[in-house]
């Protein structure tokens, strides 16, 4: 199975809050984080927190990290269509040759209606 | 700010043809990747590679191959292109602080 689950997608009317979920399997991973793709384009890092913390805040950005239950969540408050885009959550993952590689979750389409 | 560019945004190939991939960064990353993305499959790691000349397999390196001849540049061969290799591809370098990604604005390749 996946190493990183998330829902494929989600709808939310403009000006209300999104809030994007994630499970994750590896414990050890020391950073988590939340990438943004606009139609066209690459990822973008949005935001990431470090293991040893429960909530980060920036902005309208709030992620949530619950480790107990390896879970991890995007919230997005006062939703814009401007923030329509797909959402990949992804962990640090340690590899051959001592690099790191991140597992992305599939990605969940967020749809912004007005 | 990192910039991550990528040769083509649009490729068109005939099955059979050389397809090179080309992926240039300016950060003096050590680390590189080579992806593809499929609706409803996210990312697939294709090949990856942590220095000069050195390069691991990813999850699907079937069918593809890489070059890492200079630092900043890694390069994605596909030596006998098919149908089943249309797809985006996306390249990423590696940070150092968080050992966050950046990515390329990707190349979609239509082979026909």
């Known amino acids: 199975g996946e190493d990183v689950e998330q829902s494929l997608f989600l709808s939310v009317r403009e000006g209300d809050s999104s809030v994007i979920n994630c499970t994750y399997t590896?414990?050890?991973?020391?950073?988590l984080y939340w990438y943004k793709q606009e139609p066209g384009a690459g990822l973008q890092l949005l935001t990431y927190?470090?293991?040893?913390?429960d909530m980060k805040q920036d902005q309208r950005l709030t992620v949530l990290l619950n480790k107990k239950d390896k879970h991890l969540s995007l919230r997005i408050a006062d939703t814009q269509t401007g923030d329509s885009a797909i959402y990949f959550c992804?962990?640090?993952?340690?590899?051959?040759?001592?690099?790191?590689?991140?597992?992305f979750g599939r990605g969940t389409s967020l749809i912004v209606h007005p | 700010d990192v910039k991550v560019t990528q040769s083509s945004r649009y490729l068109v190939k005939r099955t059979g043809e050389k397809v090179f991939l080309e992926c240039v960064q300016d950060?003096?990353?050590?680390?590189m990747f080579w992806y593809r993305q499929d609706p409803g499959l996210g990312l697939r790691l294709i090949y990856f590679?942590?220095?000069?000349?050195?390069?691991e397999k990813g999850d699907i390196p079937e069918g593809y191959s890489v070059s890492r001849e200079k630092k900043e540049r890694f390069s994605l061969i596909l030596e006998s292109a098919s149908t089943n290799q249309t797809s985006m591809y996306l390249c990423?370098?590696?940070?150092?602080?968080?050992?966050?990604?950046?990515f390329g604005p990707g190349t979609r390749l239509t082979v026909t």
């Open positions: 590679s942590y220095d000069v000349k050195m390069k």
């Open positions: 990423a370098s590696r940070g150092t602080v968080r050992d966050e990604q950046y």
């Open positions: 927190i470090f293991s040893n913390m």
């Open positions: 992804a962990e640090r993952l340690h590899a051959s040759g001592g690099s790191y590689i991140p597992t």
């Open positions: 950060m003096d990353h050590e680390n």
């Open positions: 590896d414990s050890s991973s020391t950073y």
